[in-house]
C-alpha cells in the first residue's frame, strides 16, 4: 500500500472514530436517558450496492485510494448531521467567548478561567450527588429551581426503587454556547455545551437486575445552564443534545 493510500485510510478511520462516538445515557445527573446516535447505516448499504452495480456495468475495478474515498464520501454524507453541529457548536462557542472577554472589562463575575473552573468542579459535585441519590450534597452548585427538579426526579426513583450507578465518570469538555449579560448580575446566565463520558446504567434496588442503561463506557453531549447567584456561577438547568436546537445560539 502506498503512502498516499495510508493517509487516506487513516484519516478516515480517524473521521469515523470521532463520528460514531455513542451518545446514549441513562444514569447522569437530571435523569438523563439518551439513544445511541445512528441512522446512517441503511444510506451506508444503499452506497455499496451502489458502488458494486457501478463497477460491473464499467467492468473495471477501481483503485484502493478510489474505493476508499467513494466509501469514505457515502459515510461523511451519511453522518453530515453529526458534522454540522461540530461546526455550529464551534461558531457559537467562539462568538460566547468574544462575548465573555467584553463582558470582563465591565464586570468581575466574568473572568473565562474562573468560570471554567466552576463549571467543571460543578460537574463532578452534582454528578456525585446524583449517584448518591442526595440533592443536598450538591446544593451549593444548583439554584434553588434546579434543586427542586433534583429532590422530585430523585424521589421517583426511590418510590420505584431504582438506583443510578455511575462509573468512571470523565468531563471531556465544557465549552459556553451562550451568554447573557444583564445590567446587574442576578440575571447573566450561560448555556455551556457539555461532553462528558461515563458508565451509568439503573438499578432495581431489591433485585439488583439492571432496567435501563449500558454498561459500556459511553460519551453523551448536554446543555447545562448557569447562573450567577451570590457571587458564583451555580447550575439552573439541564437539558439533553435534541432538546435544543444549536442554530438559536450559532446565528443568534
Not at 444510506?43 to 460491473?56: A, D, I, K, L, P
Not at 449517584?131 to 439554584?143: E, G, L, N, V
Request: glycine share 10%.
Amino acid at each position: 500500500m502506498r503512502m498516499k493510500e495510508k493517509k487516506v485510510l487513516l484519516f478516515l478511520a480517524l473521521m469515523f472514530l470521532c463520528i460514531c462516538s455513542p451518545m446514549r445515557a441513562e444514569a447522569r445527573a437530571g435523569g438523563a436517558s439518551g439513544g445511541s446516535s445512528g441512522g446512517g447505516g441503511g444510506f451506508s448499504s444503499g452506497g455499496g450496492s451502489y458502488y458494486s452495480s457501478h463497477s460491473n456495468r464499467t467492468g473495471r475495478s477501481s483503485s484502493p485510494v478510489s474505493s476508499v474515498v467513494m466509501f469514505g464520501g457515502f459515510f461523511l454524507m451519511a453522518n453530515a448531521g453529526v458534522v454540522l453541529f461540530f461546526v455550529k457548536s464551534r461558531r457559537a462557542s467562539s462568538k460566547s467567548y468574544r462575548e465573555m472577554r467584553q463582558y470582563q472589562q465591565f464586570g468581575d463575575n466574568w473572568d473565562i478561567n474562573e468560570i471554567q473552573e466552576q463549571v467543571k468542579n460543578a460537574y463532578f459535585v452534582i454528578q456525585e450527588c446524583w449517584k448518591r441519590q442526595d440533592p443536598d450534597y450538591a446544593k451549593d452548585y444548583m439554584s434553588q429551581k434546579c434543586y427542586d427538579d433534583f429532590v422530585m426526579k430523585l424521589g421517583w426513583m426511590q418510590v420505584r426503587n431504582e438506583v443510578p450507578v455511575q462509573k468512571n465518570e470523565r468531563l471531556l469538555s465544557a465549552v459556553p454556547v451562550h451568554t447573557f449579560d444583564d445590567l446587574g448580575k442576578d440575571q447573566d446566565y450561560i448555556w455551556y455545551l457539555i461532553h462528558g463520558k461515563m458508565i451509568d446504567y439503573v438499578v432495581d434496588e431489591k433485585t439488583g437486575r439492571m432496567i435501563r442503561g449500558s454498561r459500556k463506557n459511553e460519551a453523551f453531549y448536554e446543555y447545562w445552564k448557569f447562573i450567577h447567584l451570590n457571587g458564583h456561577w451555580v447550575l439552573d438547568e439541564i437539558r439533553q443534545k435534541d432538546e435544543m436546537d444549536i442554530d438559536e445560539f450559532a446565528n443568534s
